[in-house]
């Protein structure tokens, strides 16, 4: 029986509770289970793994629940490799991909199963279905996902019990699998290398979740606007609860944490505290982003004026970043480095600050010494996907020294960002920040911008804040 709380106010379970509580209840089983759409492509990526690994057996978690405070817990988010290569969800499973002696493997999924009747586990304890809700049985998993399942709480006896077979293990996501293996660190990172490198390029019912996520994330943009004279009278906080409403009312949650910006917060990179003022006058920088129910996350930025219209400074700060985004853009096309499109961005930028007498020239000279990235901070994008940050553990030849393939899923996203106590700058261009960020996809002859419901010109902000700015 699981362990009750401390200072609960029950000190037991009686014999006749027990009963009553084990009987009177309708058969619950779901009948008419059908395959998830997503197995058949999570078939495809595990055959892909086990062709990177034959003769080794390969253990991917989906992690744990992790303590909140006392009995509550964060809400859980299974590990970004296991989702990908079964399509679930399950906290407290596993995917293991067992050798064969032709080099394949066979596949099978660890699950936690519904709780039983017979006895109390199913309304005692922290975890318990009557608390938490109903989990799926094996039978049903099964069928959703394409594979056997198992029974988890046996897994780690399992994995123990078979020997001399060389094992892998993704680290860090469930300490008892770790323990029963006993694997070796630096070959564990191997595999966590793969798994971020099967998810750079994105199959066709991946590309559709890139879509939902980016078409939730402009709706949700658009909802931000209608709703800015409410965040003036309010802060920025009204922003970060407009989106997120859009965001559980369509998808899964915000894929990161939203960045709601206003006037010199504008200028911090990562600004997630949200509880500034909005003032008209200033700039407003908003950085979100809709998770889809299939945990797949966009990523956008747009840089609006709270009264409506830039200023002068504002607008030149916004058209450069603009056009360095333009510039960036259109290195996006299959063939191309990965790095190209960050480097068009930040030499425009480069020209633009020498231009204004922010840095020392010539340019050429002052991008080689990156003397830039005291106003542009960052890189100019990344990889996206299950991951805000998508692909992060792949190896550097395969990502940042890689080139571009059709399917491939990033942000272009320049910035300028001129902090409140620059002294370096006028003091009019203090305190102004400005990133604009759009989602492409690699195609075969170029790329498409997946986010290009929402403005980006100057002008054309101007023109849709007119239009919805409540």
């Not at 058949?40 to 303590?67: C, D, H, M, Q």
């Not at 402009?218 to 003036?232: I, N, P």
């Not at 859009?246 to 509880?275: F, K, P, Q």
Request: proline share 5%; net charge negative; hydrophobic share 35%.
């Amino acid at each position: 029986m699981a362990k009750g709380r401390k200072n609960g106010l029950y000190e037991g379970v009686s014999e006749e509770l027990s009963r009553l509580m084990r009987t009177g209840w309708a058969d619950s089983e779901r009948r008419g289970t059908e395959p998830a759409e997503q197995a058949p492509y999570a078939a495809a990526r595990r055959a892909a793994l086990s062709a990177r690994f034959p003769g080794e057996r390969l253990v991917i978690p989906s992690g744990n629940l992790k303590t909140r405070s006392n009995d509550d817990t964060y809400p859980f988010r299974p590990y970004t490799g296991y989702v990908h290569m079964t399509g679930d969800q399950a906290r407290d499973g596993a995917l293991v991909l067992e050798p064969r002696a032709d080099g394949g493997h066979d596949a099978y999924c660890y699950q936690l199963p519904r709780d039983s009747r017979e006895n109390d586990e199913f309304w005692i304890g922290y975890t318990a279905e009557l608390w938490m809700g109903r989990r799926r049985t094996l039978a049903e998993s099964e069928i959703l996902l394409g594979l056997p399942c198992r029974d988890v709480r046996g897994a780690a006896a399992d994995l123990a019990a078979v020997t001399g077979v060389p094992t892998r293990i993704v680290r860090g996501h469930d300490p008892a699998l770790e323990a029963a293996v006993g694997t070796d660190e630096d070959r564990d990172d191997e595999l966590e290398e793969a798994l971020s490198e099967l998810r750079l390029v994105k199959d066709a019912w991946e590309l559709g979740e890139m879509r939902k996520a980016v078409d939730s994330t402009v709706r949700g943009f658009t909802d931000c606007v209608g709703e800015l004279s409410r965040a003036v009278a309010s802060s920025e906080r009204w922003i970060e609860g407009t989106f997120f409403r859009r965001a559980r009312l369509e998808g899964n949650a915000v894929g990161y944490g939203s960045i709601c910006a206003a006037g010199e917060h504008a200028t911090i990179m990562h600004w997630t505290d949200n509880d500034g003022p909005v003032r008209p006058g200033e700039l407003l920088l908003l950085d979100a982003g809709v998770e889809t129910h299939s945990l797949y996350t966009a990523d956008v930025t747009r840089t609006l004026p709270i009264s409506g219209t830039f200023t002068p400074v504002q607008r030149q700060v916004y058209d450069a970043v603009y056009e360095a985004q333009e510039a960036g853009m259109a290195a996006v096309k299959p063939g191309a480095p990965y790095r190209d499109f960050h480097e068009a961005s930040q030499r425009h930028l480069t020209a633009r600050l020498v231009e204004w007498g922010f840095i020392e020239g010539p340019v050429d000279r002052a991008y080689a010494l990156g003397l830039q990235r005291r106003f542009t901070m960052a890189g100019t994008g990344h990889m996206l996907g299950l991951d805000v940050h998508d692909c992060a553990q792949a190896r550097t030849a395969e990502y940042v020294d890689g080139v571009l393939e059709p399917g491939m899923v990033l942000t272009v996203e320049p910035g300028l960002y001129f902090q409140p106590d620059d002294l370096t700058v006028p003091e009019e261009w203090r305190g102004i920040g400005v990133r604009i960020e759009d989602d492409l996809v690699v195609t075969e002859d170029g790329h498409e911008n997946l986010s290009a419901g929402l403005p980006r010109s100057s002008s054309e902000v101007e023109a849709w804040m007119a239009e919805f700015a409540g």
